[in-house]
């Protein structure tokens, strides 16, 4: 009950706060377009918008809940909340299931976008796409809770982006196959979350997909709770 608490006061607080809210709806669908433009509806097309149906919420749930837990810290909110029977876990768990239902909108607008509006065929069903991006969407949220711990300023936080999100995306197979790397980027490579929500998608509808999404989604259980370890009350 604390969590569920917990998530619906992210919630009533994002519900509020336009900017984000359009942020994560709508600026997804606006990149898919570009990106429709850019390939001129060629099946290129296809494929990458595939993949960035995975890779925008993970790359925007990192920004924000980094963001949003540093001011949370910096304001001494967290230090009033946990103060009370709220506990760590309780929080971070608050904050990936707030998260989650608004990634679940983000993901149903965005794939919707992307194939009643731009044409996107894919072999897997639409419904698994959304699955997919959600879940990276909570992974982004987790390894943003705990990135956040590691820094003082919202500035700050934004760097930990080249360094956390950018090597994930280089190494993931979307501009070069991994087959293709050096050995030790390709081994670089297999301890990735992202790498894995990747290969999800582009293998979505198979066997292969499943296991690819337990893997993320252990990803995920454990940067939750490195980033309940890590938690600081107050930034100074």
């Known amino acids: 009950m604390i969590t569920l608490a917990t998530a619906a006061r992210i919630l009533r607080q994002l519900r509020h706060d336009r900017r984000t809210v359009a942020l994560l709806v709508v600026v997804p669908s606006v990149l898919l377009a570009l990106l429709y433009f850019m390939y001129d509806g060629s099946r290129a ?10 890779v925008f919420p993970f790359v925007i749930m990192f920004l924000v809940t980094s963001i949003a837990m540093l001011r949370e810290r910096t304001s001494g909110t967290l230090e009033r909340l946990l103060t009370t029977p709220l506990g760590k876990i309780d929080l971070l768990f608050g904050y990936g299931i707030a998260f989650g239902l608004a990634a679940t909108v983000q993901a149903a ?97 198979t066997t292969t997909m499943w296991r690819d999404l337990v893997i993320v989604s252990g990803a995920v259980v454990l940067a939750l709770l490195l980033a309940a370890a890590t938690l600081r009350r107050r930034t100074g």
Request: hydrophobic fraction near 60%.
């Open 45 to 54: 097309f296809d494929r990458i918008a595939l993949i960035m149906l995975g």
């Open 109 to 205: 607008v965005a794939v919707g976008t992307a194939y009643l509006v731009l044409g996107l065929e894919t072999d897997g069903s639409a419904g698994l796409v959304v699955l997919i991006a959600v879940i990276n969407a909570v992974l982004g949220v987790a390894l943003g809770l705990f990135c956040s711990a590691f820094a003082r300023t919202e500035f700050q936080a934004v760097q930990f982006l080249p360094v956390v999100v950018v090597p994930q995306l280089l190494l993931c197979g979307l501009f070069v196959p991994r087959g293709q790397m050096a050995g030790w980027l390709q081994a670089i490579s297999d301890v990735l979350p992202l790498t894995y929500a990747v290969d999800a998608l582009t293998g979505v509808g």
